[in-house]
C-alpha cells in the first residue's frame, strides 16, 4: 500500500530515482495523461461533467475528513510496521500527508501561470493597440521580465557548487546587484511605501468618523482613547506615577486598578478578548458549513452550476 | 448676468470640522518626522507576555534548534523588523540554532535571510563569531499552503521539508538539510524546544491549530494582530507572545536589564516567576523599537488631537444650531 | 486525531455541529419556511448598484487576498448577485482578483451571470482582471481603479488585511457607496470608520441565504445559528461549574494523564472537569508501552523521521 508514494522505497509504479531518466519519462507520461483527462473532461456533455466534478470534490475533501477522524498511530517508531488494520491506515493517512499537502503547493504554483497569462494577454494588448496608459503596461511587462530573469539567474549562482561565496557583497556580479535592486530596492521599499500610507489614512478616517454622536460612539471613543495612551509609555509612566505616588508604598493596592495600564489591560482582557472569540466562533462555524456544503455539492447557485 | 453669490465665511466651529485630509497628512509627515532628527528615550514598562517571551527564549539550552516561521516582509519592517532583530541577537548570543520557514509571502525568506546576515556582520564587527549558514542555520524555503505544511510538521517534519537542500560551503553540491548540524538531530518536531511565528498575517492562527501540543509555541506579532493574539497566550497556548512595536521595546529593554534583575531592586518584575534572568548588559541591545518609539507617541498624540477638534467642532456646531 | 483521554470531545462537538447544519438544510429542503433577520449592508446593494447606474460609473467589486477557499467563494456567492443586477441595468463592473484561482472561477461565474440573464454580448472579458497577488500591488493596482474610473459602487468582501484601509478610503475620497466585510476581526474596525455598512463576522456567511433565499443556504444558516446555540450553552455551563468547583480544594492531580495524590490544596483551573474535557493528556509511559514489529528492509542509518 505504500509502494504509493514516491518518497517510499522500494520502487513502483509510482515514483522512481531522483533526477533518473525513468522519473522523467514517468513524469511526461502524468502530464499527458493530465492534459488528455482535462481536454476529455471540457468535451464531455454537462450532464457528464457535473458528476464527475462532485466525485472528485468528494475525494479530495474525503483524505481529510477521514485524517481528521481517523485515530492516528501512537509511539510509532522510525521503521515500525502497523500492528492491525487502524494501525495500517493510521500509518497510510501520515505518510500520505505531507504528499497530499505538497499537491495544493504544485496547484498553486500553476495557478500562478494562469495569472501571469491574463496581466500578459491584458497588458500585452494595450501595448500593441496603443490605449491610453500603454507606457504602464509597458512598465509592467518589462518589470515582469526583469524580475524573473534576474532573480532565477541570481538563483543558479547562488545554489552553485562552484563561485565565490555571495553572502559577501563584493563577491556580488551584475546580476546579483540588479536583483538587488528590484527587489530591496523597488519591491520592498515600495511595499513598505504602500503600507505606510495606512496611517495617513487612519488619521484622516478617525477625524472624520470618531464622532460622539450617540451613548455607542461615545463609549467606543472612551475606550480608544483608554487604549491608544497605554501604548504610550510616557502617559502611562506619568499617569501611574500619579497613582504609585497616592498609594504608598502598598503593593499591589486597590488603587492599582485605576493605573491606565490595569484598565488598558481589563477592557482588553475582558471586553475585547471574548467579543473577538465570539466573533471568531461565528466565523469558524460560517466556514466549516460553507466547506461542507462545497465538499458534499450542496450548492445549487451560481457556483456550482 | 447673475450676481456671484459668495458663500458666507465658516465660523470657528465648521472650520474645526473640516480640516483638509491634506492639512491632516502634512501635520504627520511634521510629527512623524522630528525623532529622525532627535534621538528620544522615553520610559516604558514591559507587558507580562513580553516577560514570558523573553524568559522563554532566554532559558532555551545553547546548541539546541529552534523552528521559526518568519511570514513577515519589509511592508511590516516597523514592528516586524524590531522584533526579529532582536530576536536574532539573543538567539545567537546564546549559540541557538535555527531553521526558517515561510507560509505566507514568497518574500519572506528573501528579508529574514538579510535580516540574519545584518545582524552576524554586526557581531563579526564587534570580533564575535559571526553566524554561518548550514553549520548555524538553515532556510527551509516558502510553502504556498500554510495549513498543509503546518499540518505536515506536526506530522513527519522530515518528510515535510523532505528533498530540501542547501550548499554546505563554496565548492559543495547543494545537500539534504537534514545533513546539517542544524537539523540532523531532528526527527520529529517536538524534539525542538519551542516554535516561533514572526507574522503580520493570521499564521499563528494555523500555528496553534496544527501544532499545539507538538511542540511549545511563541509568536511575535504585528501590533494589529495582537487583540486576536492575545487569547492563545491568555488560554496557555503560546507560552509567550510580543505584539507589535511596544513589544519589540519590552524585549530591547529586558535584553538590557534583564528580569527580576537586581534582585534586590529589578528594573523589570516577573509577577509568575521570581527566577533571575540576566540580560545582556552594555551590549548592542538597541534596534528598532527605540528608534521608532516617540514616533509612535508623536503619531497617536496627533489621532487624538485630530479626534478631539472634530469632536469640538461638532460639539459648537450643535450648540449654535440650537440657539 | 487522538481518542486518548478525552481527546473524544473534539470530534464530538464538531459531528454534532455538522449534524446540526445538515439537519436543517434536509429541513429547509422540506420547504419548511425559516427566518432570517434583516441586514442593512444587504439590502443597500440595490441601492448602491442603482446609484452607480444613475451616475454612468462602474461597480466595484473586491474579493479579498485569500487563496480560493470558502471565504473567497462566499465573496464570489455575493459578488454573482451583484453581478446579476448590474447586468440587468447595464451598469459596468469590475472585478479585481489577487489569486489566480480566484481570477479564474469568478471569470467563469460572471460570464454565466451575464449568459443565464440573456446579456451575454454584454459580458466584457476585461470586466473580471487578476491584478496582482503581492498584498500592496494589488492595493496599489485597485485604488488606482478606483481613482481613474471613478467608482460609484465598491463592494469589499473576503479575507482583507492591511489594504481594506487604502480601499476605504480611496473609495470614499471618490464619493463611493461602500459595502464591506471582512472575516478578518481586525480589519473590520477600520471597515467601519471609513465604509457605508459593514457585515460583521459571520453575517458575511449569512449573505448568500439572505440575497438568494435558497433552501440549502437558509437550512444552513440556521444550522449555524443552533450551533451558536450549542456553543453559549457549553460556555456557560463551564463558566458555571468552573466557578463551583474552584471554591472548593483537591487531594489529587492530574499528571499526563494519571490521577495522582497530593496533599490537600485548592482547586485551581487545570483541575476543573471542563479544563479536563478539553484539554486531553497523554500518558508517555503507556504510550511507550505500544510497541510494533520492525520493518525487515528498513535502514536505520537513512534517517526517516518518525511522527509523533
Known sequence: MNGFFAQVIPPSPFNAPNGSAELWTRLVIALLLGVAAVVALMKAPVSVRKPVVAVSTFCAGLYWVVFFLWPRPVNRLPGDMPSGLVDGVGFWLEDANPIVGNLSNVLSAFLLGLGIYSLLRIHGMRVIKGHKDAFFSAVLLLGILAMGVFGYWDWLDKMSPTGPSLALEANWAFQNRVRDFLFDGLLQEMDAGMFSLIAFYILSAAYRAFRIRSIEATLLLATAFIVMLSFMGLVTGLLDGVIDGIKGTADPGFLDNFKLTEIAKWLRATVETPSLRGIDFGIGIGALAMGLRLWLSLEKTAVSS | ?323 | MQYGDTGWIGVTVTLLLVTFILGNIFRAKKGKDLYIRRIAGLNAIDEAIGRATEMGKPVLMVPGLGALNAISMQALLIFAHVARTAAKFGTPIRLCCADAAVYTVAQELIRDVYASEGLADRYDMDSVRFISDRQFAFAGGVSGIILREQTAAAFFLGEFYAESMIFAETANSVGAIQVAGSTEKTQTPFFIAACDYVLIGDEFYAASAYLNREPVLVGSLIGQDWSKVAIMATILLGALMNSIEMRGTTVFERKDGVLQPIAERPMKIADTTFTHLFKPQRNPEEDAKIEREKDPKFDAGAGEGGGE
Not at chain 2, 281 to 293: F, L, M, R, V, W
Open chain 2, 1 to 323: 448676468m447673475e450676481t456671484p453669490v459668495t458663500p458666507p465665511a465658516m465660523g470657528f466651529a465648521e472650520k474645526l470640522m473640516s480640516v483638509k485630509r491634506h492639512t491632516l497628512y502634512l501635520l504627520l509627515i511634521v510629527a512623524t518626522s522630528v525623532p529622525t532628527f532627535f534621538s528620544i528615550t522615553l520610559p516604558n514598562k514591559p507587558d507580562q507576555p513580553s516577560i514570558d517571551f523573553f524568559t522563554t527564549v532566554m532559558a532555551l539550552p545553547e546548541g539546541s534548534t529552534i523552528l521559526i516561521e518568519t511570514d513577515w516582509t519589509k511592508s511590516t519592517r516597523g514592528d516586524s523588523m524590531g522584533q526579529m532583530q532582536a530576536l536574532l541577537r539573543i538567539l545567537m548570543r546564546h549559540n541557538i540554532k535555527f531553521a526558517i520557514y515561510s507560509t505566507a509571502d514568497p518574500a519572506a525568506p528573501q528579508v529574514a535571510r538579510d535580516t540574519i546576515g545584518r545582524v552576524s556582520e554586526e557581531r563579526r564587527a564587534k570580533g564575535e563569531r559571526p553566524y554561518v549558514r548550514w553549520e548555524d542555520w538553515v532556510d527551509l524555503g516558502y510553502f504556498p499552503n500554510s495549513e498543509a505544511t503546518n499540518n505536515a510538521i506536526a506530522t513527519n517534519i522530515r518528510k515535510a521539508f523532505a528533498g530540501k537542500t542547501e550548499v554546505p560551503g563554496v565548492g559543495q553540491p547543494a545537500t539534504d538539510v537534514f545533513r546539517s548540524p542544524v537539523l540532523s538531530h531532528i526527527q520529529k518536531v517536538g524534539d525542538m524546544p519551542l516554535l516561533l511565528v514572526v507574522t503580520a498575517s493570521k499564521t499563528f492562527d494555523i500555528i496553534v491549530e496544527r501544532l499545539y501540543g507538538k511542540v511549545p509555541l511563541a509568536a511575535m506579532v504585528t501590533g494589529v494582530m495582537g487583540p486576536e493574539s492575545t487569547v492563545y497566550y491568555a488560554s496557555g497556548q503560546m507560552v509567550g507572545l510580543c505584539v507589535g512595536l511596544k513589544g519589540a521595546l519590552d524585549i530591547e529593554r529586558m535584553m538590557e536589564s534583564g528580569v527580576n534583575n537586581p534582585p534586590d531592586k529589578p528594573v523589570v518584575v516577573n509577577k509568575k516567576n521570581p527566577e533571575v534572568v540576566p540580560g545582556f548588559p552594555g551590549d548592542d541591545n538597541e534596534g528598532n523599537g527605540k528608534a521608532y518609539y516617540p514616533t509612535l507617541h508623536l503619531a497617536l498624540t496627533l489621532m487624538i488631537l485630530a479626534v478631539i477638534i472634530g469632536n469640538i467642532g461638532m460639539v459648537l456646531t450643535r450648540k449654535g444650531a440650537k440657539s
